[in-house]
């Protein structure tokens, strides 16, 4: 199974600041990378799928990059709304696994 | 839009089965997978398995292999999802997802919370 490593688990950040996040692939899975956000008692909502694009709705302060078996999620000016747990996601092979989460906490 | 409305809350004792619907709405329902995913209580995200609305085809984690059954109802765009044997580390909520052939994993259920407790 492709092993998903997110870093860092979780951050503290303020309204405003860029936030990065980033994803380790445990072998090059190309640009098959999703990004979903998750806030507590909620069911994740996909952001970036291929690794770079975004999915309808999504606002353009997230960004994604990344092939092979590094990516990064970037969101540009944090808002309060953005507070959540970060998951990133293969879709190169089954199983699907997903990154251990990265939470996105106030500071 | 696309909404998946998902089965309510179940508790469970061990050794039982739980099985999960997710109704699907908004959507060819036969022209989408169907993924199944799990989260135990403060935990992260575990995939399950995928159905194929169209021929039913299905595919499963190999850790559920042999308890898990995902099946779907093209007359009521229904997909279920059965697990048997069920043991305390079963608590977890399932989500249903709309699976797309570039998107993948797109749109959620709200989630079923399953309780497994004697």
């Known amino acids: 199974d492709i092993q998903m490593t997110q870093s860092p688990s979780s951050l503290s950040a303020s309204v405003g600041d860029r936030v990065t996040i980033t994803c380790r692939a445990s072998q090059s899975i190309s640009g098959y990378v999703n990004w979903y956000h998750q806030q507590p008692g909620k069911a994740p909502k996909l952001l970036i799928y291929?690794?770079?694009t975004l999915h309808g709705g999504v606002p353009s302060r997230f960004s994604g990059s990344g092939s092979g078996t590094d990516f990064t999620l970037t969101i540009s000016s944090l808002q309060f709304e953005d507070f959540a747990t970060y998951y990133c996601?293969?879709?190169?092979?089954?199983?699907?696994?997903f990154g251990q989460g990265t939470k996105v906490e106030i500071k | 839009q696309v909404q998946l409305v998902q089965s309510g809350a179940e508790v469970k004792k061990p050794g039982a089965s739980v099985k999960v619907s997710c109704k699907a709405s908004g959507y060819t329902f036969t022209s989408y997978y169907m993924h199944w995913v799990r989260q135990a209580p403060g935990q992260g995200l575990e995939w399950m398995g995928i159905i194929s609305p169209g021929g039913g085809s299905t595919r499963y984690a190999q850790k559920f292999q042999g308890r898990v059954t995902m099946t779907r109802d093209t007359s009521t765009s229904t997909g279920h999802m059965e697990l048997i044997n069920l043991r305390s580390e079963d608590t977890a909520v399932y989500y249903c997802?709309?699976?797309?052939?570039?998107?993948?994993?797109?749109?959620w259920g709200q989630g079923t919370l399953v309780t497994v407790s004697s």
């Open positions: 996601q293969q879709s190169y092979n089954f199983p699907r696994t």
């Open positions: 291929g690794a770079s």
């Open positions: 997802a709309r699976g797309h052939d570039y998107r993948d994993i797109e749109y």
